[in-house]
């Protein structure tokens, strides 16, 4: 079962827009700001590079997590530019 189904077929497509229209070959960081212009246009709510606290055992550690982008409040959404999934 797929959780926030409906918000993630928004995010899908977006991505989906991305990749279809910038193709292969570039940096994350591209596809990033990509990914924010088009999240943008379909009034997508996000945070982008969002800084979380990681817990571990109940206790809060010093190293923080840095997510790509946070939609919805609730959707961590990571970019990864690569040639070929393993």
């Known amino acids: ?10 995010i899908i497509g977006a991505c989906m827009e991305v990749h279809n229209t910038l193709g292969c070959g570039f940096l994350e960081a591209v596809y ?3 990914l924010a212009i088009e999240f943008e246009k379909r009034g997508i709510p996000y945070i982008r590079e969002a800084e979380l606290n990681i817990e571990y ?3 809060i550690l010093s190293k923080k997590y840095n997510a790509d982008f946070i939609c919805y409040d609730k ?8 040639s070929e999934l393993a």
Request: glycine content about 4%.
């Open 57 to 59: 055992k109940g206790i």
């Open 75 to 82: 959707i961590i959404v990571e970019t990864k530019a690569l």
């Open 1 to 10: 079962m797929l959780l926030y189904k409906d918000e993630s077929y928004k």
């Open 32 to 34: 990033q700001e990509a």
